[in-house]
T-cell receptor, first 113, second 111 residues
Framework: DSGVTQTPKHLITATGQRVTLRCSPR?????VYWYQQSLDQGLQFLIQ???????AKGNILERFSAQQFPDLHSELNLSSLELGDSALYFC????????????FGPGTRLTVT | DAKTTQPNSMESNEEEPVHLPCNHS???????IHWYRQLPSQGPEYVIH???SNVNNRMASLAIAEDRKSSTLILHRATLRDAAVYYC????????????FGSGTKLNVKP
């Protein structure tokens, strides 16, 4: 158990819909990272937040957005969902920005039908 | 972007050492070498990292070539629980967007 929690575990929704994925980092960790893992593209970095502020952006679509709240939990919002957005979404956390180790949550499996 | 090359799969016998290679010929001076592994149906798990010198921890050892263009993750005694996909990743200390996982090596451990 990494100490990172993600909810929900599974999510099934229809194309065009909007969903919110939630992540609670390990106690004391200030950085949160979001990743997408699909069968054809492997593990892709989406975005990083540090203590409430966006710090780095990866391959995140404009239809996706994220935020980190004062209690350090984070939410990833996915809108206008397409079939290709079906994937595992992982959250990871680390104590600071200059991360050496990231601790990954168990993931949320999103299925868009 | 500096990227890594790993064999798609490897096989090992239980309780024998495993050497997982990684090539990163375009590594830059500020790139750290990280290894993560992903067990089936789980999130990735940190294994080890290094910059220039060889590193050891309770899980594994990391041997880094003198020119830093390749590295090897060493599992000293493979167990069935070590069957996973192993990712060799370069992370630039100052540019997180260069954190690229790649396709990894799927390690199969035979009893």
């Amino acid at each position: 158990d990494s100490g990172v929690t993600q909810t929900p575990k599974h999510l099934i929704t229809a194309t065009g819909q909007r969903v919110t994925l939630r992540c609670s980092p390990r106690s004391g960790d200030l950085s949160v990272y979001w990743y997408q893992q699909s069968l054809d593209q492997g593990l892709q970095f989406l975005i990083q937040y540090y203590n409430g502020e966006e710090r780095a952006k990866g391959n995140i679509l404009e239809r996706f957005s994220a935020q980190q709240f004062p209690d350090l939990h984070s939410e990833l919002n996915l809108s206008s969902l397409e079939l290709g957005d079906s994937a595992l979404y992982f959250c990871a956390s680390s104590p600071d920005r200059a991360v050496y180790e990231q601790y990954f949550g168990p993931g949320t499996r999103l299925t868009v039908t | 972007d500096a990227k890594t090359t790993q064999p798609n799969s490897m096989e090992s016998n239980e309780e024998e050492p495993v050497h997982l290679p990684c090539n990163h010929s375009t590594i830059s001076g500020t790139d750290y070498i990280h290894w993560y592994r992903q067990l089936p149906s789980q999130g990735p798990e940190y294994v080890i990292h290094g910059l220039t010198s060889n590193v050891n921890n309770r899980m594994a050892s990391l041997a880094i070539a003198e020119d830093r263009k390749s590295s090897t993750l060493i599992l000293h005694r493979a167990t069935l629980r070590d069957a996973a996909v192993y990712y060799c990743i370069l992370r630039d200390l100052y540019n997180f967007n260069k954190f690229y996982f790649g396709s990894g090596t799927k390690l199969n451990v035979k009893p």
